[in-house]
């Protein structure tokens, strides 16, 4: 009993170290906001507060503004399937927390196809945290990607050169595909992470090295962009 309450003595002082160690990095971000405004430390702690949360309010709001139209579209004013918890909190704060419009649109369509039995879909955890890494280039590359036919292009291959513009099932003529070329940087940082997210296959050098000029589609990335798109 006594090893019971050691141990508990034990965590309540980590929490209390913990809640400390948050109050004071509050209190020195309330001070650094205070040195470029007219106003007492308390003062800045309080801007950043109040800014913070009409933020996410603002983003909530908007959220809320997109799955009601999503849902009009597919022609229901409520959702009719619910979504397990520990998939739906996730969800719902990576939501409310993003600041990119297209990529928000994105949370708005995987809710909405989530809890609306006709779609036939499915709010996987991995979707989620999928589009939790994503940036808005990542987002716009995945679309033309996938907006080419699968099955085909899984096979084949798909040539970067034009992303995110543009993008097309690569040459099977071997002359034509030595003429293939590379995208610009930002793009292949872009594909990278996508690779690393599973949602893109990279073909590989004999020596296993990254060939960036042409890329594959997965059917996890399909399944992804299939459960954003409405």
Known sequence: MSKDIEETA????????????AIDAGKDLGGFVSKFISGPLEQGVGILEDKLKY?????????????????????????????P??????????????????????????LVNGTVGSTGKTIERSYI?????????????????????FEESRHKGIATEKLPESANISSENPHI??????????????LANLVRLGCLKFTA????????????????????????TL
């Open 10 to 21: 034990k965590a309540v002082k980590e929490v209390a170290k913990t809640s400390s160690n």
């Open 55 to 83: 933020i996410r309010w603002e983003r909530k709001v908007r959220l809320i503004k997109r799955a009601e139209e999503y849902l009009k579209q597919l022609g229901h004013s409520v959702s009719d399937k619910t979504i």
């Open 85 to 110: 918890l520990k998939n739906a909190v996730p969800l719902l704060e990576y939501a409310t927390l993003e600041e990119n419009d297209n990529l928000q649109d994105m949370w708005a369509r995987l």
């Open 129 to 149: 945290e999928i589009l939790g890494q994503l940036s808005s280039l990542e987002a716009e590359i995945l679309e033309t990607i996938y907006a080419l036919p």
């Open 177 to 190: 595909k030595e003429k293939e070329k590379e995208p610009n940087d930002n793009v292949k940082l872009a």
């Open 205 to 228: 050098t004999w020596g296993g090295g990254e060939i960036y000029t042409v890329i594959n589609p997965t059917l996890i990335g399909y399944k992804f962009v299939s459960a954003c």
